[in-house]
T-cell receptor, first 114, second 108 residues
Framework: KAGVTQTPRYLIKTRGQQVTLSCSPISGHRSVSWYQQTPGQGLQFLFEYFSETQRNKGNFPGRFSGRQFSNSRSEMNVSTLELGDSALYLC?????????????FGSGTQLSVL | KNEVEQSPQNLTAQEGEFITINCSYSVGISALHWLQQHPGGGIVSLFMLSSGKKKHGRLIATINIQEKHSSLHITASHPRDSAVYICAVIGSGSRLTFGEGTQLTVNP
């Protein structure tokens, strides 16, 4: 079974631009969540989608948005990029198993804003 | 004060040593994850706990819900265990809140 796939792996943008990141979950997983990781703030929760509906949202400005498609693939969009948006963006898909929820992370998209 | 506190922040051990990483949290949770992150960013979920203790190979995780504390133990540590270990709690609305991570280095 293929793992969680995130594209692109690396991205360089300039301030003011917008960016779209993609996440393909493991086949059969309906929950996808997104996280931002920076050296200063560590890992922070962005949002979670389940069956095309946003189930939870973290404390990020409205410039950060996402969506999930009927095949469970998810996209995350950041508009009007700021230097502080430079980070590793991770997505994870999850499924409920015998021992509880199992999380599977992608390798992330490293975004640099110049 | 962060909602999730890990200690120590950095840990250096010799191969074969027994290692303990601690996680304390201040909010009500439904469960807690222990994650491992290797250089390059890849994160692996090691355990999800809501009570008691779980063991997988040389890794053991425990949680005490009343004391709001969890520990991750590594027995017979090996250089390949070198990584950042992150505690993440599932709080209100099923949102994950993360600790700052513990950088573990195991020397041969």
């Amino acid at each position: 079974k293929a793992g969680v796939t995130q594209t692109p792996r690396y991205l360089i943008k300039t301030r003011g631009q917008q960016v779209t990141l993609s996440c393909s979950p493991i086949s059969g997983h309906r929950s996808v969540s997104w996280y931002q990781q920076t050296p200063g703030q560590g890992l922070q929760f962005l949002f979670e989608y389940f069956s095309e509906t946003q189930r939870n949202k973290g404390n990020f400005p409205g410039r950060f948005s996402g969506r999930q498609f009927s095949n469970s693939r998810s996209e995350m969009n950041v508009s009007t990029l700021e230097l502080g948006d430079s980070a590793l963006y991770l997505c994870a898909s999850s499924v409920m198993g015998q021992g509880g929820e199992k999380l599977f992370f992608g390798s992330g998209t490293q975004l640099s804003v110049l | 004060k962060n909602e999730v506190e890990q200690s120590p922040q950095n840990l250096t051990a010799q191969e074969g040593e027994f290692i303990t990483i601690n996680c304390s949290y201040s909010v009500g949770i439904s469960a807690l994850h222990w994650l491992q992150q290797h250089p390059g960013g890849g994160i692996v979920s090691l355990f999800m706990l809501s009570s008691g203790k779980k063991k997988h190979g040389r890794l053991i995780a425990t949680i005490n819900i009343q004391e709001k504390h969890s520990s991750l133990h590594i027995t017979a540590s090996h250089p390949r265990d070198s990584a950042v270990y992150i505690c993440a709690v599932i709080g209100s609305g099923s949102r994950l809140t993360f600790g700052e991570g513990t950088q573990l280095t195991v020397n041969p």
